[in-house]
């Protein structure tokens, strides 16, 4: 941060991204600032502050629930809307970030914006099928969250764009779901393995399972050959140890350069096992 030279507080979001598109400075946006403080580039002159951007609510509309990108991990965990969504999934997430300090600070468009394999909420919400609103220069347009961690994604966020708001579809709303990580102590940010799962049960058969798995990688992974195996079928422990295989198996194919990587993957098979588990004996 030594080649700081203006510190820029926009009140809209249409001036943020004109100050993020400014040629004559290199710029970056900054919220609650809890991993991007640690990693900005001495290139960088321009820090634009939006934390007072009206992008901090939690709301139902069209029946999606509607959660603004400056929401704390605090707001969200204390908010009745993500107690009662999903199986109060986003709530509980929020809860396992870290300390109470960090809690306060850290927003959920942050956490979302800048890949890392101890990011909470970019698992999850692929697990909840969600939508972000991304600002630019030229407008606004909604993206399946997958989208911004592709490689031909078509903007720089916290760069030239922003996230505005997170949009989780009103389908998800009774949905069974669960994030779940396994780190040295609740309070760590770092984990050997995290995991968000959702499906929806109609006739007691499995409807649009999702199966993300993130540490092992900065980007969320979906283990699609996993949902395969329970999807439209009704759930049973065998269903469930074919499902245990697949998941295993899913993530043979991939590469991983993480340590202790056979270690992490019989963690993170566990924690897919017991959430069927706790699908079929109904404690979800």
Known sequence: MKNIKYCCFPKTVDEAVKLLNDKKHKSIAVAGGILIAKSISDSIEQYVDIRYLPLKYIKVSGGDLIIGALCSFDEIDDNPLAKKWACGVLSKAASKCSSQLVRNMATIGGNISKPHSFNIFPALLFALDANVKVAFLKGSKIYPIGDIYNSGFPHKLGSDSI???????AYLKNCQANYEK???????????????????????????????????????????????????????????????????????????????????KEVASIMFKRFLISVLEGKI
């Open 182 to 264: 396994f780190a040295k102590t609740q309070a760590c940010w770092e984990s050997y393995a995290s995991c968000a799962f959702s499906l929806s049960l109609k006739n007691g058969k499995v409807e649009k399972p999702r199966v993300i798995i993130s540490s092992l990688s900065p980007k969320p992974i979906r283990l699609e050959a996993a949902e395969g195996i329970i999807s439209n079928k009704k759930l049973s422990f065998e269903i469930i140890e074919e499902a245990m295989e697949a998941f295993i198996g899913n993530l043979d194919i991939l590469k991983f350069s993480s340590a202790n990587i056979t270690f992490k």
């Open 163 to 169: 996230i505005t708001e997170i949009i989780i579809p």
